[in-house]
């Protein structure tokens, strides 16, 4: 089975500019959870999904969207980008909600210029 | 807001040492995962711990939840260079997916 994929895996964008990142979880996966690294730091939770609901949002500002499809796939939208935007986006798929270890694609690098 | 601190934040070790890392929450928490991150990959589960007191053992890897569930530890028994990459504990909720990261316990292995 293929594993969690993401794509692109690198991106530059310019300020002010407006981004979208995707992912395919692992097949039978229900659950997609968006997470922002930082150089350095842990991974930040932004958005987790289930069965196509919201389930949790983190803190981050309104330009950060995102929405899970029929086939459970997900994209993650940010508006009027900012330099420190700039970071690793993870995605992760796991079988259920809550309670599960997930599994993290590779991520998509973004840069903000 | 709640938070999960790590420490140390590096460890330097020779082939075959001992190396623990500890992670502690300002909340008491549903459960606690635990990740392993290689330089320039992405996190990889290591594991799950759900029951206060709870211990399990993967080879040489021994991890530990806290009686209060408010605290963990990751122990490896006599470190390989394989060890090698940064260690994040994450604090999650019973109510949504949302786990938050300790800032991580970076691991170096002199041969």
């Known amino acids: 089975d293929a594993g969690v994929t993401q794509s692109p895996t690198h991106l530059i964008k310019t300020r002010g500019q407006h981004v979208t990142l995707r992912c395919s979880p692992i097949?039978?996966?229900?659950?997609v959870s968006w997470y922002q690294q930082v150089l350095g730091q842990g991974p930040q939770f932004i958005f987790q999904y289930y069965e196509k609901e919201e389930r949790g949002r983190g803190n981050f500002p309104d330009r950060f969207s995102a929405r899970q499809f029929p086939n459970y796939s997900s994209e993650l939208n940010v508006n009027a980008l900012l330099l420190g935007d700039s970071a690793l986006y993870l995605c992760?798929?796991?079988?259920?909600?809550?309670?599960?270890?997930?599994?993290f694609g590779s991520g998509t690098r973004l840069t903000v210029v | 807001g709640q938070q999960v601190m790590q420490i140390p934040q590096y460890q330097h070790v020779q082939e075959g040492e001992d190396f623990t890392t500890y992670c502690n929450s300002s909340t008491t928490l549903s459960n606690i995962q635990w990740y392993k991150q290689r330089p320039g990959g992405h996190p990889v589960f290591l594991i799950q711990l759900v029951k206060s007191g709870e211990v399990k053992k993967q080879k040489r890897l021994t991890f530990q939840f806290g009686e209060a569930k408010k605290n963990s530890s990751l122990h490896i028994t006599a470190t390989q260079t394989t060890d090698v990459g940064t260690y994040f504990c994450a604090g999650g909720s019973s109510n949504t997916g949302k786990l938050i990261f300790g800032q991580g316990t970076t691991l170096q292995v002199k041969p």
């Open positions: 097949s039978g996966h229900k659950s």
């Open positions: 992760a798929s796991s079988f259920e909600g809550p309670g599960y270890g997930y599994t």
